[in-house]
């Protein structure tokens, strides 16, 4: 049975602090894994994309991590901005028609 | 380009009714799919459409769920009888086809059944 844990289920932090967010899975086989990011009342939105070829990516204060071997990902976030106050989810995919799991998400909040 | 459109946005219903929310996806986006979001929790998927057809429906309660995506593009989900652990948001969201796999969500119906 594909599941998938995050870690911790909510976090507080100051403005400006970094932090990581983390994602266990065992989805197999393993194509991606996708982190969304899920504010109040809207919809999930991609934030980034890793394939199982990939160990780091960045797009702009998100930097995504990836261990295949170990079925790990971490999402860190640097300098945080309010805008950031939001559920983070971790979806790994099996690729094809297979059933996509979303994580339970984490749900941070950035304070000033 | 236009995002994954839903309505209504809101809804209260009493137990035994029924509901149905509408969803109009992304033009030329072909895979279509509705999840089921209980407060806390992570998106659940109920039914994702290719086109027209059903490719995996096997979380939806069919007793009281259905759905339909006629001609391949808009898509209406049901519920009736409604009972009230259905309170949820219920999410559109809408890709190309796979392996393509970023799903494009609308902003969700949120309903409660009182």
């Known amino acids: 049975k594909n599941q998938v844990e995050q870690s911790p289920q909510s976090l507080i932090i100051l403005e400006g602090k970094n932090c990581t967010l983390q994602c266990n899975y065992t989805v197999s086989p393993f194509s991606n894994l996708r982190w969304y990011k899920q504010d109040t009342g809207r919809g999930p939105v991609s934030l980034t994309i890793m394939t199982f070829s990939e160990n780091t990516k960045s797009n702009g204060r998100y930097t995504a991590t990836l261990d295949a071997d170990t079925k790990q990902s971490s999402l860190h976030i640097t300098a945080s901005q309010l805008s950031d106050s939001a559920s983070y989810i971790c979806?790994?995919?099996?690729?094809?028609?297979?059933?996509?799991?979303f994580g339970t998400g984490t749900k941070l909040q950035v304070i000033p | 380009e236009a995002g994954v459109a839903q309505s209504p946005r809101y809804k209260i219903i009493e137990k035994r009714q029924s509901v149905a929310f509408w969803c109009n996806p992304i033009?030329?986006?072909?895979?279509l799919y509705w999840y089921q979001q209980i407060l806390g929790q992570g998106p659940k998927l109920l039914i994702q459409?290719?086109?027209?057809?059903?490719?995996?429906d096997s979380q939806l309660p069919k007793d009281r769920f259905s759905a339909e995506r006629l001609k391949g593009v808009d898509s209406t989900l049901k519920i009736q009888p409604a009972k009230l652990e259905d309170s949820a948001v219920y999410l559109c969201?809408?890709?190309?086809?796979?392996?393509?796999?970023?799903?494009?969500f609308g902003q969700g119906t949120r309903l409660t059944v009182v």
């Open positions: 969201a809408s890709s190309h086809l796979p392996p393509d796999t970023e799903a494009f």
């Open positions: 459409f290719q086109n027209n057809g059903v490719v995996d």
């Open positions: 033009s030329g986006h072909a895979t």
């Open positions: 979806v790994p995919h099996s690729g094809g028609y297979q059933k996509v799991t």
